[in-house]
């Protein structure tokens, strides 16, 4: 990193890429403080370089989203995919597995607040995009038939919850 910042600078994409990798480092060693410290330059990076809707920038804060969840902050986890999905609705349009990704976080980030009903509404909205891009036997379409058994099953509707899981199982087992 050193060397990077010193031959190109600090606001260079490759030096950005030092930065995105180190992120990725500290996410999986559970340091998250020092995570969030270098995706957040990241984004200065893309911010100066890229301008502020540049669909990279999604990723960024996807990893941002990823590490406030993993911290327990769920409603800043949802103001960072809801900053990402602004940018893939216009880069991408709606029916973009990408674009399922950032609903599928927001489910997450809603089921882990005990908000079901909203959970649900962005799992089926995963559901719709990643069996029209993806197909209904695709190995992501295990856990979105997984996520959406959990909300049944926390909403007291076990048969649906059944059937989304037998589903999940099928997937899984091809």
Request: proline share 2%; with cysteine.
């Amino acid at each position: 990193l050193e060397i990077r910042v010193a031959t190109l600078g600090d606001k260079h994409p490759d030096t950005a890429t030092t930065y995105h990798n180190m992120g990725n480092a500290y996410y999986s060693q559970g340091q998250y403080e020092r995570a969030l410290e270098y995706y957040s330059k990241v984004l200065e990076v893309q911010v100066a370089t890229l301008g502020d809707k540049h669909p990279d920038m999604a990723a960024t804060y996807h990893n941002l989203a990823n590490v406030c969840m993993s911290q327990g902050q769920c409603e800043r986890a949802l103001e960072y995919c809801g900053k990402a999905l602004e940018i893939q609705l216009a880069a991408l349009g709606e029916q973009h597995p990408s674009t399922a990704t950032t609903y599928h976080n927001m489910g997450n980030a809603y089921y882990s607040q005990g908000q079901y009903e909203r959970a649900l509404e962005y799992y089926s909205k995963v559901l719709e995009i990643r069996v029209a891009t993806l197909g209904d036997k695709h190995p992501d379409m295990a856990a979105t038939y997984h996520n959406l058994g959990n909300v049944c099953m926390s909403q007291g509707q076990c048969e649906r919850a059944l059937e989304y899981c037998g589903k999940a199982l099928e997937i899984q087992l091809a």
